[in-house]
């Protein structure tokens, strides 16, 4: 089963315009993280935000912040005040439990166009 | 500040050729290290990961294999390359301490079977 869902295959935002891309995850696990990648057409894979399941306030980062709603198990990916630049694949990505080595689970991603 | 390199950036090699690929760290030490693959329009498939020296653990059986000879040096092989083979791959490490840790990468490799 899908454990990263990331329904939006594809998101078009007006340049200065906010856009949210949506991410929902599934574990039974209490103790997990959840990560924000940007891969821009050059292929680098740009980490840009944090969340962890036990942080009570939502995280951000610059113009990006993450809004968790854990009961919900989602975690969107909120941009402000899009740039030409923001236009990329993004993908959602969790890490599951206390253990150092375990793997970090990415989802489909979602290709977003920022329109001048 | 830590840095990781990953070469050839770009690589064509012809069905059943070897290949060899190298990820090195700079200015951490123990990290646990990865290596992934992206087919074209695609998410990351995750290959192999180490959590130390000689210590692999591959997540897909393929014609691929993976060594770390050194602490900080990861190299993604294959003795004969199959056109499935193709796809975008990348190296990544992170510090062993538990869910709190992100990923960084490396720029990748791009490459192509012919």
Redesign the interface.
Known sequence: AQKITQTQPGMFVQEKEAVTLDCTYDTSDP???L?W?KQPS??????LI?Q??YDQQNATEGRYSLNFQKARKSANLVISASQLGDSAMY?C?M??????????I????TSLSVIP | SQTIHQWPATLVQPVGSPLSLECTVEGTSNP?L?WYRQAAG???Q?LF?S?GIGQI?S?VPQNLSASRPQDRQFILSSKKLLLSDSG?Y?C?W?T?????????????T?LSIL
């Open positions: 103790s997990y993280g990560f990648y050059s292929g680098e894979m740009i980490f944090y962890g399941s993908f990505a890490r599951e439990g206390e253990t150092s080595y375990d793997k970090v990415f989802g489909p991603g | 646990n990865y695609r998410g990351l995750l990961y959590v653990s997540e975008f990348l990544a992170s062993g301490t538990g869910f709190v840790q992100p990923q960084h990468f490396g720029d990748g791009r």
